[in-house]
């Protein structure tokens, strides 16, 4: 396949104060497009100028939510532009594919085409400490069919946000709630994968924590509601003891690269022992009341890190690490960052740059 290259004729103006960037809210001048049809395959693949698609509104996607989609960054650094393990983004996002009843894509093809994308719009990744340019590559099924089948055309596009910190208070840890009664995924349904229906089917639980002064919701297993799985939409780590405890891939976590990373990071790099096994809330909150439980922390691409200053559940609350961040959060958040800003050396072969 060719990547045809269609220059936008007005280039809109970057923003100046990268303060203000916020998350996924401003988007790039290109994005990369590449359609699907039955019979002749992924075709077309063009890098053009961002602006709305049209699509008939009995478009598959909009009715029964066939699409997956991810999302990872590139890094401004003194030697180019740094992307964090995109290979395993491309795996993910194929995996996700063959679950959802998408038509795989080149991986190969489709990295190289977003390379080609991040160097055309490489003045958009913006420079201060914490910003990067956001990717979010996403397909769709476009047929205009209302029957519920597997769609026969789809579109796999990639746009581009320059983003600040994910979270506006910054670095603070955040205030999670335990949900105990809507879940987000069952072992057999489609939580490890990335599929809009999963977040959509969160927001009931989120804005009920939120009412509840909380920023995230603590996610428990679907089945027996006992079993730590994730918190919002990143992976959830807990301290105890001096050890890491995470849940593992059970069928209903997302499988993060962060997560992965983090794993590696504290083990061969920290020397610190971790754990992927299914910890029990009640089990969390008994060593949180006895002060074995020491630190808490999400990951995921867009906050990378998010320590955990304090949980609630079924009434009760307990505050980790004094509502401060917690030293391994801080020595696993700097060298993450350090590696994908290029401070710090890449031993692990994570960084593509461009
Ligand atoms: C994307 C995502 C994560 C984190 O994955 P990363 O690859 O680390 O960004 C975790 N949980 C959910 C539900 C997600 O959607």
Not at 90 to 111: H, Q
Not at 331 to 340: H, S
Request: hydrophobic content about 40%; charged content about 20%; aromatic content about 12%.
């Amino acid at each position: 396949m060719k990547l045809e290259v269609i220059r936008t004729q007005n280039e809109q103006a970057k923003p100046t104060d990268e303060s203000m960037l916020g998350f996924g809210k401003i988007f790039t001048d290109h994005m990369l497009t590449i359609p699907y049809k039955t019979g002749i395959g992924w075709h077309n693949a063009q890098i053009r100028p961002f602006e709305n698609f049209s699509l008939s509104p009995a478009c598959m996607v909009l009715h029964y939510s066939q699409t997956i989609f991810e999302g990872l960054k590139a890094y401004h650094t003194d030697n180019g532009i740094n992307l964090f393990r995109p290979w395993d983004n491309f795996k993910r996002l194929n995996a996700s594919a063959a679950r959802m009843c998408i038509p795989e894509i080149d991986a190969d093809f489709a990295l190289e085409a977003l390379c080609e994308l991040i160097r055309l719009e490489k003045d958009w990744i913006p420079r201060s400490e914490g910003t990067s340019l956001y990717i979010r590559p996403t397909m769709i099924a476009t047929d205009p069919f209302l029957g519920v089948r597997a769609g026969e055309e789809y579109l796999f596009f990639v746009i581009l946000s320059p983003v600040g910190a994910y979270y506006a208070t910054g670095l603070k840890p955040i205030d999670i709630y335990v949900e105990d009664e809507y879940v987000r995924a069952v072992v057999g349904g489609t939580g490890a994968v990335k599929t809009g229906g999963n977040y959509a089917a969160s927001l009931a639980a989120a804005n009920l924590a939120y009412t509840k002064g909380f920023s995230q919701v603590l996610w428990l297993d679907g089945l027996e509601k006992k079993y730590v799985e994730e918190v919002g939409s990143m992976n959830i780590f807990f301290k105890i003891r001096g050890e890491l405890y995470t849940s593992p891939l059970t069928g209903s976590v997302l499988p993060g690269i962060t997560r992965d990373s983090v794993i590696k990071l504290a083990q061969d790099t920290f020397g610190v022992n971790v754990h992927e096994e299914r910890l029990s809330i009640a089990d969390i909150f008994a060593e949180g009341e006895s002060g074995g439980l020491e630190e808490v922390f999400g990951t995921g691409t867009a906050a990378v890190i998010s320590p955990v200053g304090g949980m609630q559940w079924e009434g009760k609350r307990i505050s980790v690490a004094n509502g401060d961040m917690g030293e391994l959060t801080m020595r696993l958040y700097d060298k993450l960052t350090g590696i994908q800003y290029g401070r710090e050396k890449d031993d692990f072969g994570w960084i593509k740059t461009l």
